[in-house]
């Protein structure tokens, strides 16, 4: 489908950056139905953290840090509406400015899930995206065929509950 007909049918496109289990192909095409074109970017000014009893990262605004990531490009309405419900009530959707690395001096202004509890004791460190796709990737790719199927039932749950029922259940301890 051409970037018009995108266009057509979904009314807006949209630039998201990812940081965490989104950089992985993978999960991104269970959720989205496709991989959508991406650029390698950086966020400046925020810093991305472990979550204690999650796989995934959190970031929050931090002076002089940054977080690599990408870019998603084209996104459309119904497809950020997924992003949306997939990253829950534990991320606020905020609009940023990142730097695309392949065209250092080219800004972009996209949407990136920020971490609502900027007190949350539960942060700490750095989050490593080649550890997490080593030890969690496979059970997280699970977890979301579980969650997009729940999506299309009358009454889903929220993807904290699929979450947390899905890593309860094959008593995994991330």
Known sequence: ??????????????????????????????????????????????????IKGRVYPAILPLENHKVTGRVLLGITDPELDILDIFEDVEYERTSVDVCLMDTPDNS??????????KNDPNLYGDWNFEEWRGLHMEDFMKMTVGFVEELELPESNPRVATYESYYNQNDINP
């Open 1 to 50: 489908m051409g970037t018009a007909t995108a266009s057509a049918i979904s009314g807006n496109l949209h630039s998201v950056f990812v940081y965490g289990s989104l950089l992985a192909d993978d999960v991104v095409r269970i959720l989205l139905k496709r991989v959508p074109q991406s650029s390698s970017a950086i966020l400046n000014n925020y810093h991305r953290f472990s």
């Open 108 to 117: 972009l202004q996209a949407q990136a899930y920020v971490w609502t509890n």
